[in-house]
């Protein structure tokens, strides 16, 4: 387990984040998901998915924090989508019930497809931000991508 968390955050269309972990979540860095990503929630992102692939462990405490993401996003009127759920989770998922009130999706494709209301209209570039925030509750954006 590491005290990292990774957030790699995608704008494909206004109102819709797409919010790539990396890392282990768990008692030292749930809170970090749960405020980075509950940030992009109220910030004008009510629509989230969270790309999972890249995560190596997830607790308890991590499932309480997609709990309260899936708060966050109902009362700002949008949804929380999971997708590239790694099997370990899916079972803990499936186990708790969760399944049932989370959206988990197969690829990150099939729930932006889902979530969608229409495609992106932007004819600009969309911002792609990643983030690294240690267990402790600091963090420092670690670098700024646009897409040419």
Do not use: N
Not at 130 to 138: C, I, K, N, V, Y
Request: glycine letters at 10%.
């Amino acid at each position: 387990m590491t005290d990292t968390l990774e957030l790699t955050v995608q704008h494909p269309r206004p109102g819709l984040a797409i919010a790539m972990v990396a890392g282990d979540v768990d008692l030292h860095t749930a809170d970090t998901l749960r405020r980075d990503a509950s940030t992009l929630i109220e910030g004008g992102c009510p629509q989230l998915v969270l790309d999972l692939s890249r995560v190596g462990f997830f607790d308890s405490a991590g499932l309480s924090a997609l709990i309260g993401l899936w708060h966050a996003a109902q009362a700002q009127g949008g949804a929380l989508g999971l997708a590239e759920v790694p099997d370990r989770l899916m079972r803990m998922l499936t186990l708790t019930g969760l399944d049932t009130i989370l959206t988990v999706h197969a690829t990150t494709a099939e729930a932006l497809t889902a979530m969608a209301d229409s495609p992106a209209t932007s004819t600009g570039p969309h911002d792609s931000i990643s983030r690294a925030s240690s267990g402790d509750g600091t963090g420092e954006r670690t670098g700024m991508h646009r897409p040419a």
